[in-house]
């Protein structure tokens, strides 16, 4: 059983890792595009501050290892896990190498019901918790787009009402900014995301009677806030590409009103202890600060390219992570 708990462990953190390369996009696509950061610098940038935020709470860990099931009640909730992790890092490495900017959280969300329904029944899945963190990760793209809208003009009426200034000088001003919200979105990210490998541990821990509560203990915390702040570090380039250039082009301003709407709606999520796709909720503000700016140059066929992938990653998560587990419980 030890052998079996260091094999989730090492899954659970590699998952962390690839999340940390796969999502490092997310906080520092826009400051790179607008050269308000470098990308080396930006990169380390990112990495320290998602450390940082993997460790400053656990709401979000709670709700993913106790919300989906009940880890005490599941019977093989290990090899469950297992085929869970085995999904979620395939679908991260597959949408990665296409440059697609696809959710963690979903896939992981998605693999952990299919795994449970294989293992255990439909009977065993949680389906109110379930349906919740759906509902989240359904309307957080929405909310995202709405605010950026919302946010974006804002600013354009401060400036507008501060008197007229040369673009050059207000592209000055908003990189400087960006440098700030930049960081508040990389502590952010890391304070949601790395959050649902630790909630993946508990859930195994219970699984296995080693813990019989879901706090996540603070080995737990250090290891998976290290692994995404290393799988940061790599920088995963083909994703931040298509953030940075695919969507539209970006200017500091909607570069700084997106970095802050974003920080304003994962903060409040992780607030409330629910995950959400920090990948869906900063490419939805992309667009809606850029909509502001100029509708018809936003790329709307990598739009819909994207969404297309959102709405497909959890039915096909589970699908995978159905057979996955059937193979492995086949062979145990």
Do not use: C
């Amino acid at each position: 059983m030890l052998t079996i708990l260091i094999v989730v462990v090492a899954l659970a953190l590699l998952f962390d890792f690839i999340n940390g390369f796969h999502d490092t996009a997310n906080a520092i696509a826009t400051s790179i595009s607008t050269k308000a950061l470098s990308p080396r610098f930006a990169i380390i940038y990112a990495a320290v501050l998602n450390f940082l935020g993997a460790i400053y709470s656990s709401e979000v860990a709670k709700t993913v290892g106790g919300k989906v099931a009940n880890p005490a009640t599941i019977e093989n909730g290990i090899y469950i896990v297992i085929a869970a992790l085995i999904t979620a890092i395939l679908w991260n490495l597959l949408t990665w190498y296409y440059g697609i900017p696809s959710s963690s959280s979903h896939t992981l969300i998605g693999s952990l019901a299919g795994a449970v329904i294989a293992g255990a029944g439909m009977d065993a899945l949680n389906w109110s918790g379930f349906r919740e963190i759906i509902l989240i990760l359904v309307l957080s793209p929405i909310v995202a787009f709405a605010t950026g809208i919302v946010i974006m003009w804002i600013i354009r009426f401060f400036i507008m009402s501060t008197g007229n200034q040369s673009r050059s000088k207000l592209n000055r001003t908003f990189r400087i900014f960006q440098i700030f919200s930049a960081g508040l979105l990389s502590f952010s990210h890391g304070g949601n995301d790395a959050q649902k490998a630790m909630g993946i541990i508990v859930f195994a821990l219970v699984a296995m009677n080693q813990q019989d509560t879901l706090d996540v203990p603070l080995w737990v915390k250090l290891a998976a806030a290290t692994a995404m702040g290393l799988g940061t570090s790599i920088g995963g380039w083909r994703i931040i590409k298509t953030m940075s250039r695919k969507l539209l082009k970006i200017e500091p301003i909607n570069g700084f009103a997106s970095d802050l709407n974003s920080s304003i709606v994962i903060q409040t999520s992780t607030h409330l202890g629910m995950p959400l796709s920090t990948t869906h909720v900063i490419s939805s503000s992309i667009i809606g600060t850029g909509s502001v700016m100029r509708f018809h140059d936003v790329k709307w066929a990598t739009v819909t390219r994207m969404i297309l992938t959102w709405i497909i990653t959890i039915p096909i998560s589970m699908v995978i992570a159905f057979l996955i587990y059937k193979i492995i419980y086949a062979f145990v």
